[in-house]
């Protein structure tokens, strides 16, 4: 066992290998099924034996026989005979998450784990491989904005403000560059102050889309639904989705903005009613593009697609909405 | 089979009930270990068994025994006598996600679900449980900004629109909310239009100290980790964690502030660097405790805590950090 444990830490974290339980109950293909019956008699007393592992000399995985097999053959039956050939295995250095798709619709209790030369080199669970992988996807929520996978209720207050406080300022940073934007456009903010009413309506809106698309790209990332080349494919249709959502909303706040600015005798009412409409339309069709964006780029880069996502999408969003609000506004209103 | 599934419908959706198979394999304490056997020599080439159960004449579950149970011990044994004597078994009414707390630390292949009576009413594997589990988890980030849990990647274009837009409609009216409280002040902002720039900053930083917040309150209510009475210390802890990240990103903000109406020559820089600091303070203390008071309620009324939770957490952090921004700053800026 503490040699199993010695190998296992030879693989990456986060790895099938960390997972492993020692390969007991291995025997040869010429052993018989009255021979392993007897072989196993004292070691099921030690040991959760599920399987009986076929390897050959150089402890290449060959088979596999159930207590099932053993107990309804003859024992004189060899196991070589008897055993399923070329059991589905799983690769130490593979990520857990990738072995929680290729054991998604197994459902066996046990994986035999073999390296590349096919020797078996570990067993692991498959429930170990879920609860790990449970837990993993309980973190994304958080690890979109700056929850570390560490933190939990316990965690002492302290320890969380260690956890959390450098994002926040991550966070702050980015807020800053939707602060920027309005700065930018402070003069026309100065003489049409109504929109600044309707900054927080389009960030709001154009944020809750962006969001919207994320949960869906990292959701689909995480059940391995994104096939190769899939990916144009997501962020076109988060584009167009967001161009229908922001379309109907946008219709809906120009209204709104149409009859607040007409009722303070605004002589641009009805041109503020369109700008709001297009910079809603606009920002939500950015937003959906960035909500798939994000992910998809930090997976390809190696990094999880859940990290710091939401940080970032929701300053693209809000740069977006803020910017094409009061930027359309200060071209078409002189 | 299908008198198991017709047993099945009859529970309530989400529940342990509805994913039962039927219960092979089940004998009574009197049959021998050979018997055992011989039975199952038949029964084994239709069906996956992985344990037996010993029941009584009314079918309440009494033991249970491991195929290893009937290798290893004399045929003439009594089951009664090698069974394990009342085994774990889950009720039929229990959700899901309850079901894989209880389970978490047991990792039994398949567990026996027996009725109030104690009556063996089926098996459910513990794969099944964990992959319907990692399912609704990775549904969460999107049921907090209203994706349905039934959308996917593969989800047509109008299919998504349709499942997402009411919860953008919603959000839209929250988000007028936000709009109402700037409308509200527009005096305020059309005498100090610096405000305006910092509208979006205390609302993208007291957003994401309220989202993370809600990311921690959701995931320990979904592992369990949250004891009776344990919720107004939550809320407490998140309350003070608000503030001090609010404190130290209220002075960076405020100092900020008061650079920039410096420099715009603003006879009030130094009091609008003090009523930022303040508001963000306040903002995010009130962000920390919606953060937690959300998935918390919604739990509380029998929901689910991640519905929509994000839309109400950022509609309270929107509203707290501009209305105590522009309401301290027309309270303190005459």
Known sequence: LAEQWARNTTYPEGSIGRLMDPPHATFRPETTVGQAIEMLRSLVRTALITYGYVTDSDGRLLGLVTMRDLLFNDRANRLGDVMLKDPFALH?????????????????????????????????????????????????????????????????????????????????????????????????????????????????????????????????????????????????????????????????????????????GSPHAALLGVVVCFAMMGSCAISGISGAIVPLTLKRLGADPATASSIVVTTATDVASMGLLLGLASLVIR
């Open 92 to 264: 130490p250095t593979l990520d857990v998450s990738d072995a929680m798709r290729l054991t998604l619709n197994r459902h066996f209790p046990v994986y035999p784990v073999t390296d590349e030369a096919g020797r078996l080199v570990g067993l692991v669970r498959g429930s170990v491989i879920f609860e790990e992988e449970a837990f993993e996807i309980a973190a994304q929520p958080g690890a979109m904005v700056g929850v570390e996978k560490e933190e939990r209720i316990a965690t002492p207050l302290f320890g969380s403000f260690k956890f959390r406080h450098p994002w926040l300022l991550i966070n702050l940073v980015t807020a800053f560059a939707a602060g920027g934007v309005v700065a930018m456009f402070q003069g026309t903010v100065d003489k049409l102050v109504i929109l600044a009413t309707f900054l927080p309506v389009l960030a709001g809106q154009s944020g809750n889309t962006g969001c919207q698309a994320l949960a869906v790209t990292v959701r689909g990332i995480t059940l391995g639904e994104i096939k190769p080349g899939g990916a144009m494919k997501l962020v076109a249709k988060e584009f167009f989705l967001g161009m229908a959502n922001g379309a109907v909303t946008g219709v809906l706040t120009g209204i709104a903005m149409y009859i607040l600015a007409e009722s303070q």
